[in-house]
C-alpha cells in the first residue's frame, strides 16, 4: 500500500510526535536511567539523524533545526552520564535534562513551524520528506532493538508507517452532509 506522506505532514509529525515520545520515553526512565548498551543506541541514532539533516542542504532542516539537534545529542548524553544511579542527585540531575531536551525540542518546534502553518512548513519539499523518513527509519530501528525501553516511541514510529489519516477527513465530511 502507498502511504501519501506531504513533506509539511512529516515535518508536523517528527516535531509533534516523534520527539515528543522520545523525550516522554526517556522521561520514564527517570528514576533509573538506562542501560549502558540501549544509551550507545541512542546516541548513534541521534548522530545518524544529525547527519541525515546535514546530507539535505536544501531542506528546511538545515541550517535552524540541524544545531538544535546536535545540543539535543549533548543534553541527552549528559542526562544518561550517570547511568544507571537511582539516588536523588541522579534523579534531579535526569529530571534537569528532561527540561533541557524539552526546551530543545520546542526550539526546533518554533522553527520548523516558523515559515508555515501549524501543521508544517509551506514551503516544504522533498529533501524535508527524506529526512523525515531518516529520522523516523532510525527511531525504528531503536524502537525494534529495545520495545520494552520505548514503547511510546514504538507507537510514533506506527503513525507515521501509516501515514495521514484520511478517516478524519471522510468523517467530517459525512457530519457536514448530514447537517444539511
Known sequence: MQVNRTPSWSIYHVRAIGLPRLINDLDRHEATGIPEKTCADVKASLKAIIDATE???????????TSDLHQFREVYAKWNDRLQGADLVDRIHRRDRIDELRALRSKMRR???????????????????????????ELANLV?????????????????????????????????????
Open 144 to 180: 525494534k532493538k529495545h520495545p520494552v525501553m520505548f514503547p511510546g516511541l514504538a507507537h510514533g514510529v506506527a503513525a507515521y508507517t501509516r501515514g495521514p489519516s484520511t478517516q478524519v477527513r471522510k468523517n467530517r465530511k459525512l457530519k457536514f452532509d448530514m447537517a444539511h
Open 111 to 137: 522553527s520548523l513551524a516558523a515559515s508555515g502553518t501549524s501543521k508544517g512548513p509551506l514551503l516544504a519539499t522533498d529533501a524535508d520528506k527524506k529526512v523525515a523518513d531518516a529520522f523516523y527509519g
Open 55 to 65: 546530507a539535505a542542504p536544501a531542506s528546511f532542516w538545515s541550517p535552524c533545526v
